[in-house]
């Protein structure tokens, strides 16, 4: 319908630039390796791809430290790559959706060199500093993302700075107006590129008050984001989702509430925090449990049902990946990838793919510390060790949800380095390339890729899939997960096994009815009533007329 945003009818996609594709064999993906892998992405039928940081950076965080706003990475091209990319991009009816990193720079930038040599300097209003403790410590006991401090003594000026996630990445002072200013003329600069829009990094943190220790949705933050708008975003047909870690159903419109103007989505993550350690995090994982994770799910479905809109995901450069951590990326690797993308892709919102997803990429295990390359992982590997983990256990919880583990090469095909690279690449290929690669499922009629193309497809063509109320069913089933969407007298059923058992399943008479299958990972079923059994990993969807 007309009143339909590009972005609601699309699926993103997320490229992590360092992993996809490597043109010059120097062992790290660049630009021009992504251009030479547009059409494969044309193929899946995406509308727009969120390509993370690959602005000039010291590479602390892998460009989530970003040292020039207005330029590129060395490693990854030039000016003219990235802008020959958004046009070739754009020449397939794919936009380019930057990663707006400002919460913090890296500490390479100019303004931070000027900032950190004196006090008189106009950039050191950028950042935040604060005197020391009396005893001359640091102001406050607050812990850095990545480990230790979060504030670091810079002797010239006799202050220290606070870095939320690392000393390498200090914190911008959204407070300072002339700060904002550059900001906001940065953000103008790439839009008149033509990009199609931003992704915003720990968007919730610019509104901190320090002072009162609050970090996350602060009491500047709304003020922030509308003066963004205002300045940067207003009248230009673009999309906007901020991450946030701490955003609830009960703070989520305040975002994206049509009214607001401010963005148009938020990731959103209570369906990974709810299984973290309450104290050592995402490195000791708790155990899946289906009826919290759908709870969590529905409740964002009914929160944004009449207001604001959905980032559908499971998986990003931080997470696991998705098979891994809720399939099974064993024995139904195939089937449970396919589930997966069904649940989440027909949910109402607008769905994002992970590189490397659709074609059901899997965690890779690393046996050594010496294999992890990021600098969260090596940060809570000295802080957790220090306090009693044993390095067996750390290793565990890392392989579960250590972000090295999703970020390794694209695997395009079965040859030595899958096809990623020539020469040798800056992190361990997953050795299942042999089996699992872009050729080898591209191949198969009834591939990963293929499901997800068909999921685009219907997207694409059915309105009731972009914009059909959601109807959450069956909540309490602790192996399925379920749903119907309706749209006038259009009715979708989705039924998703979320065990690798055949599981019993009384249809509840809110979706019985026969119809047309439009996707499934089994045979097609056209009739679903009373007690139907689901094959391990089975997911369907039917039009029911
Ligand atoms: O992530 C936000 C963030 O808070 C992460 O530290 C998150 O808690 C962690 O990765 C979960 O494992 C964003 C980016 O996506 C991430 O890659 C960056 O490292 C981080 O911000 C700092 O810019
Ligand atoms: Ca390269």
């Not at 430290?65 to 091209?77: K, N, P, S, T, V």
């Not at 008050?209 to 207003?234: C, K, N, R, S, W």
């Not at 109402?348 to 899997?362: D, N, V």
């Not at 109807?471 to 119907?484: N, S």
Request: hydrophobic letters at 40%; a negative charge; charged letters at 20%.
């Amino acid at each position: 319908t007309s009143d339909m945003a590009w972005w609601q009818a699309a699926t993103g996609y997320q490229i992590y630039p360092r992993s996809f594709c490597d043109s010059n064999g120097d062992g790290i993906g660049d630009i021009p390796g992504i251009i030479s892998k547009l059409d494969h992405l044309a193929d899946l039928g995406i509308g727009f791809i969120w390509l993370s940081p690959v602005y000039a950076s010291p590479m602390a965080d892998n460009g989530y430290d970003i040292a020039d706003y207005r330029a590129i990475a060395r490693e990854f091209g030039t000016l003219e790559d990235m802008d020959h990319l958004i046009a070739a991009a754009r020449a397939r009816g794919i936009g380019i959706v930057m990663d707006l990193v400002v919460n913090h720079s890296s500490s390479e930038h100019a303004w931070f060199k000027r900032a950190r040599a004196s006090r008189d300097a106009p950039e050191h209003e950028y950042y935040i500093w604060r005197n020391p403790a009396p005893d001359g410590g640091p102001p406050s006991s607050h812990r850095a993302s990545f480990g230790g401090s979060a504030w670091t003594w810079e002797p010239a000026v006799g202050r220290y700075y606070l870095g939320h996630f690392s000393p390498g990445q200090p914190d911008l002072n959204w407070q300072n107006p002339a700060l904002r200013r550059e900001i906001y003329k940065m953000m103008t600069w790439w839009l008149d590129r033509g990009i199609a829009g931003f992704r915003m990094d720990v968007i919730s943190l610019i509104g901190k008050d320090v002072d009162a220790g609050i970090y996350e949705e602060g009491p500047y933050l709304h003020g922030f984001l509308q003066e963004m708008h205002h300045e940067t975003l207003a009248g230009r047909d673009i999309v906007t989702i901020g991450e946030s870690w701490s955003v609830s159903t009960g703070t989520a419109l305040l975002y994206c509430g049509r009214d607001r103007a401010e963005l148009d989505m938020v990731f959103q993550f209570n369906h990974v925090t709810a299984f973290e350690d309450p104290e050592f995090g995402k490195f000791r994982p708790k155990p899946f449990d289906l009826v919290r994770f759908k709870q969590v799910l529905f409740d964002w479905q009914r929160a944004l049902a009449q207001d604001g809109w959905n980032a559908l995901f499971l998986s990003n450069h931080d997470l696991p990946r998705q098979v891994s951590k809720y399939g099974d990326d064993g024995r139904y690797r195939v089937e449970s990838a396919k589930m997966l993308a069904t649940v989440m892709h027909l949910m109402r919102g607008t769905p994002f793919i992970y590189q490397g997803e659709e074609i059901g990429m899997t965690n890779t295990a690393f046996t050594r510390i010496d294999q992890f390359r990021d600098v969260e992982t090596l940060g809570h590997y000295v802080d957790q060790t220090a306090r009693g983990v044993t390095v067996g256990d750390f290793l565990t919880g890392a392989n579960a949800n250590g972000r090295d583990n999703a970020r390794t090469p694209m695997q395009w095909d079965g040859g030595p380095q899958a096809g990623f690279t020539t020469g040798t690449p800056w992190i361990e290929i997953n050795p299942n390339h042999a089996t699992v690669n872009v050729e080898a499922d591209r191949a198969d009629p009834d591939g990963i890729f293929a499901h997800y193309q068909q999921l685009n497809r219907l997207r694409r063509e059915m309105p009731v899939i972009v914009t059909g109320a959601l109807h959450p069913m069956a909540e309490d089933h602790l192996a399925v997960l379920a749903y119907t969407r309706t749209d006038g007298t259009t009715r979708v059923a989705v039924v998703a096994n979320f065990s690798g058992d055949a599981v019993d399943f009384d249809v509840p008479a809110g979706m019985e009815g026969h119809g047309t299958c439009l996707v499934t990972n089994y045979a097609a079923r056209a009739a679903i009533r009373g007690r139907i059994t689901l094959s391990p990993y089975e997911a369907f969807a039917i039009l029911q007329s």
